[in-house]
């Protein structure tokens, strides 16, 4: 059993049992079958909800979506892909390859951001163990506005 499938039975036999296992709230998970985010779970006799499996993966799968910024609707689009077919795969792949490719430069730009900040930092701490040095002004060299 891989790591992705661990502590999931086969059947997940309540929406609170799905919560835990996917971190999200019970009220979440009706929200999202309400906007078609999510299908409909399938029903026992007593009406409650049940899970497969592979539901549960599938709506892991949503929420690392949704974890990198990837809209409800785009994650909607995918899902009706998904829906459709190894005819999508390609559209499905394009999809996902431009999230990618936006995560990179946001990931890009916070490395930029964590930088500048880590030269502010260490400009503060020779500040502090040099207290009389002239230099009071903390631009990064050759950006001044930061």
């Known amino acids: 059993m891989d790591i992705t499938t661990q502590n999931i039975p086969e059947t997940v036999t309540s929406i609170s049992q799905a919560a835990e296992l996917t971190g999200l709230t019970e009220d979440t998970i009706r929200y999202y079958e309400r906007i078609g985010l999510l299908p409909y779970a399938d029903r026992k006799p007593n009406g409650h909800r049940q899970y497969s499996r592979d539901q549960i993966l599938g709506i892991r799968f949503l929420m690392r979506l949704k974890a990198t910024g990837m809209t409800l609707e785009e994650m909607r689009h995918y899902l009706?892909?998904?829906?459709?077919?190894?005819?999508?795969?390609?559209?499905?792949?394009?999809?996902?390859?431009?999230?990618?490719?936006?995560?990179?430069?946001?990931i890009a730009k916070l490395q930029e951001t964590q930088d500048v900040i880590r030269y502010k930092l260490r400009h503060f701490r020779e500040l502090a163990e040099n207290p009389h040095t002239d230099a009071y002004d903390c631009e990064v060299p050759g950006d001044s506005g930061r």
């Open 80 to 106: 009706e892909l998904t829906h459709q077919g190894d005819s999508t795969l390609s559209e499905r792949y394009t999809l996902l390859e431009a999230h990618n490719d936006r995560i990179a430069c946001e």
